[in-house]
T-cell receptor, first 110, second 112 residues
Framework: QKEVEQNSGPLSVPEGAIASLNCTYS??????FFWYRQYSGKSPELIMS????GDKEDGRFTAQLNKASQYVSLLIRDSQPSDSATYLC??????????FGKGTTLSVSS | DVKVTQSSRYLVKRTGEKVFLECVQD?????MFWYRQDPGLGLRLIYF???????EKGDIPEGYSVSREKKERFSLILESASTNQTSMYLC???????????FGPGTRLTVT
């Protein structure tokens, strides 16, 4: 059974701080990893994808992948109240549908 | 930008009714997916399709069927709606061999 584990939170950080979201996955042959952001009542929005070990930066977001440890994380620098949402981690193997975690709720207080 | 649209944002149906949820994408994507999302259970895959007239069962296909007669349109059918099918239904699409999925706005279905 392929699984993704995320801490459900809520994770609370003050405005301007770094938020760190973590995810572990069960399938060693997984190739692609994704972070989605979902605001309450809305659909998931893709914010980061990462395919190789190491860091990938996009603006205030950094995704980190460690395939040996089966671990992927998302760092949000200079957190803003507008970052308050649920963050979903997902992975897939080639040619299959995505496997999603249940999400971590982030709350950024001003 | 990828655009995935769903026929209704909110829908209220009665137990036993046949329900059609429509999804349309405008980016010529080969792959389309139907999920439901429930509190505490996350996103669960119902059905997906890799091509016109092709369909594959996901993790929870019971009580649902799908139709894909045109590349841009993927329909989810609840043959006889039940109260345990009250949920948020999300459609997604992706280009062949690219795994990034793009979601529609969702349909919140209530079955009474």
């Amino acid at each position: 059974q392929k699984e993704v584990e995320q801490n459900s939170g809520p994770l609370s950080v003050p405005e301007g701080a770094i938020a760190s979201l973590n995810c572990t996955y069960s399938d060693r042959v997984s190739q692609s990893f994704f972070w989605y952001r979902q605001y309450s009542g809305k659909s998931p929005e893709l914010i980061m994808s990462i395919y190789s070990n190491g860091d990938k930066e996009d603006g205030r977001f950094t995704a980190q992948l460690n395939k040996a440890s089966q671990y992927v994380s998302l760092l949000i620098r200079d957190s803003q109240p507008s970052d308050s949402a649920t963050y979903l981690c997902a992975f897939n193997q080639a040619g299959t549908a995505l496997i999603f975690g249940k999400g971590t709720t982030l709350s950024v207080s001003s | 930008d990828v655009k995935v649209t769903q026929s209704s944002r909110y829908l209220v149906k009665r137990t036993g009714e046949k329900v059609f949820l429509e999804c349309v994408q405008d980016m010529d994507h080969e792959n389309m997916f139907w999920y439901r999302q429930d509190p505490g259970l996350g996103l669960r895959l119902i059905y997906f399709s890799y091509d016109v007239k092709m369909k594959e069962k996901g993790d929870i296909p019971e009580g649902y069927s799908v139709s894909r007669e045109k590349k841009e349109r993927f329909s989810l059918i609840l043959e006889s709606a039940s109260t345990n099918q009250t949920s948020m239904y999300l459609c997604a699409s992706t280009k062949q061999a690219t795994p990034e999925q793009y979601f529609g706005p969702g349909t919140r279905l209530t079955v009474t």
